[in-house]
Structures are given as C-alpha cells and as structure tokens.
C-alpha cells in the first residue's frame, strides 16, 4: 500500500521521529523551519504538485502565505497539529514525545478566531444519544479527579495545604499562563496579562484568599514573563513553589484563568471557573465568561464537553509502540511512568571521550563552556536541550548564523 504524501512545516526535529514512528502510513517530507519564499518556489513548490495526493501537516497555526495559497489552488488538505490534553509525565515536556495529538482540519482548537473541528464537534454531535459515550465520559472524569493525573505530571514536593496554609474563608486561585504563548495570542481576543488577571479576581472577589500560580515554565526561565508578579503581590498571594495542577486546586472554590486548561480541569473538580480569555471550553454554559463567542451557544454537560474534548477529538499514542490507542490506556500509561523510579529527572548524556563532536571527541569539553552562555541567551530549556544533543540543538535553530556557530563548533556529525 503507497503511503500518504505528508509535507510537514513547522515541525522540530525531535519531533519527526515520534511523527513517522506514529503514523506509518504517511511518507513525510519535513520542510526547513527557516524556509524562504525562493526555497519553497525552487525546491518544495515542484514536489508538492508531483504527487498525484498529498497533505499538509502544520505544527501551531502558521501556515506559511505561499503554502496556504498552493493547498487552496490545489485542494490539498491542511491538517494543524497540537499536544493533546494528556501530554507526558515531566511537567517540563523538553523533547518528551506526546502522548496525544490533536489534528484540526480547520484551525488549532485554541483558536477563538473561527471554528475549530472541536468546535463544530462540541456544537453538533447528539451526546445524549450516546450512552456508551458518556458512561466513558462520567468514567473518565472521576479516573483523572481520584488519579490527579493532568496534561503535564510532575512528582509531588510540597502538598497545598503546607503551601497555602489553613483554609479560613473562600480561595480563589489565579492561574498565570505563558503570556506570548498561542492560545493567549489566538484565544484571547481582547489583550490580557497575568496581571491583569490578578486585578479582575481581586475586584471581583475582595474577601477571599487570593492566590495566584505563576506558569511554571516562566518560574523556570523556560518561557520569558510579560508581566512581574510583585506588582501585584500587594493583592495576592503568589505561590512560586512547584505544585502538579492536580494538587493546586486542592481546597480552591473557584479559579480565574485566561485560556488555560487548568479551567477545565477545574471544571472537572466542580470548581467555579471565569475565563477571561475564549478557551475551546468557554460558551457552553459551564463558565463564567467575560469575553463571549456568539457562535457558541449551546448548552453541554461537563459529559459531554469532556467526551468532546478527550475522547473524541485527540488521538492517543501508545509510549513504546507508538501505535495509536485510547484515553484509558494512556492515563494507565502516565500512572506507571509516574510510579518508576528516576522518570521526573531529565537524563543526561555519559561522558564519553569518542563521539560524533570532533576528533577523539574533544568538543564534549565545551558544553560545561557554551550551556551557561546558551541559558542567558535564551534560557533553561535551551541549555538542557543543548546538553542533550549539542548538535541536534544548533540544527535545529532558525537563525542561520546561530546554525553557522554550530557547524564551527560541532562541525562533525
């Protein structure tokens, strides 16, 4: 059987091992992160109008002018690719394979912008006539409440209740997302910072204990911050220690966020939510909405929204196999990671006086030099995605200069 054409943009190279191993009934072509418009003319236009059928596969919502134009011309279908909502056991998913992937025919399902395939799911599909559906639903919520297994999982230092102290009136949490981050950007039609957030909560609610969760990509330098939380330390108490979600809606009556998905997780908690944001479960009659959707006016149960979202839309990927499997057995497959020894630690590579980094291996010797100087440049992740592979990490940068400093310095390989 020939296999499907798929021109893949946007996609890292960590990634495309997991994507050929997960779907081995497509034929990848991975195009450069940093294709220009005389490349993609030259080089790719011709290869995509030679196969007879072909997709296209977008990692994030930027499909390049030139190729939306050539998929429209053409009729060639545009799959947008995204983690589902179980991602993997370490919080910090760097180089981690999902574990589910949502593939969107219209646009990713953060986009508030037009209607995603979850969208028109959530707004057409006769959950009620489904019963095996939504007794997978009501199973499926009480599994991820009683397990406290989320979209990323991290292993439990500190409870909320030695964090947050005893409960003496009503808690609010603010949860901080990655302020340049996609579903900000895409599912927030009027700007809004953490910040801003807090301010929302406090007027709202000025008797509770306000606390607000920084994203712990931004605790961690991962992800650069928009907005300072001393700013707003006056009217809140700002928990900068890390908590796996799960743990930190402990005790919580209701929770702000602007798109996050701990809204919904939340929500399966029977926790109050306000979205300041259009989160894909925002407008279902199950939130507290401040910017509203007029297409979404349907009224759903959290059955039938967790059906929709969880159960119907992603597809799941076995962690050894890579063959596609169901929801159960992915929560099945977090609880035994979380339960072995040494899976929260990122590994690092033995030294080894050989090696594809230079004669007899000598370039091992600069990462102690250059993962500091990379860790200012950019930041955490960059620096252990730099130990990881030194040579995989220049490569797979999008500045051709920055790519240039790699191949002087790791030139073998």
Not at 170 to 188: N, T
Request: proline share 8%; aromatic share 10%; net charge positive.
């Amino acid at each position: 059987m020939k296999r499907l054409a798929t021109f893949a943009v946007h996609v890292t190279e960590w990634k495309r091992a997991f994507l050929e191993r997960s779907f081995p009934e497509r034929r990848f072509h991975f195009l450069p992160k940093n294709l220009s418009r005389p490349d993609l003319e030259r080089t790719w236009k011709p290869r995509i109008i030679a196969e007879r059928q072909c997709e296209l596969f977008v990692w994030g919502t930027a499909l390049p002018p030139a190729l939306a134009e050539i998929a429209t011309a053409r009729n060639i279908p545009v799959w947008f690719v995204e983690d589902g909502f179980l991602r993997s056991v370490r919080p910090s998913a760097s180089r981690t394979p999902p574990l589910s992937l949502t593939l969107d025919s219209r646009t990713p399902y953060f986009d508030c912008r037009r209607p995603s395939d979850l969208e028109v799911l959530l707004s057409t599909y006769d959950f009620e006539a489904d019963a095996a559906l939504m007794e997978r639903a009501r199973a499926g919520i009480a599994l991820l409440s009683e397990s406290g297994i989320s979209k990323y999982n991290g292993g439990l230092q500190r409870t909320a209740e030695e964090l947050y102290g005893p409960k003496t009136r009503k808690r609010v949490l603010v949860v901080g997302q990655v302020e340049d981050d996609a579903s900000i950007r895409y599912g927030c039609p009027s700007p809004m910072t953490n910040n801003d957030l807090v301010r929302l909560a406090a007027a709202d609610q000025p008797e509770a204990q306000l606390l607000y969760k920084p994203h712990p990509d931004v605790l961690s330098r991962v992800r650069p911050a928009r907005s300072d939380p001393a700013e707003v330390a006056h009217l809140c108490e700002v928990v900068t220690e890390s908590l796996p979600l799960a743990q930190s809606l402990l005790t919580i009556d209701h929770v702000y966020t602007i798109t996050s998905l701990a809204g919904f997780e939340a929500l399966m908690r029977g926790i109050k939510v306000t979205t300041a944001g259009s989160p894909f479960y925002a407008g279902w009659g199950l939130t507290d909405d401040r910017q509203t959707i007029p297409r979404r006016g349907r009224k759903l149960s959290l059955e039938a929204l967790f059906a929709g979202a969880y159960l119907l839309y992603p597809r799941y990927f076995d962690p050894e196999t890579g063959e596609q499997t169901s929801f159960e057995a992915t929560v099945a497959a977090i609880k035994r990671q979380l339960q072995e020894p040494g899976t929260q630690r990122p590994s690092h590579p033995s030294w080894r006086p050989w090696g594809p980094y230079g004669v007899l291996g000598w370039r091992h010797l600069l990462t102690a030099v250059v993962a500091p100087a990379i860790r200012r440049a950019g930041n955490d992740r960059d620096a252990e995605d730099f130990r990881a592979d030194p040579i995989g990490f220049f490569r797979g940068l999008s500045d051709p200069r920055l790519r240039l400093i790699g191949r002087i310095l790791y030139p073998f390989g």
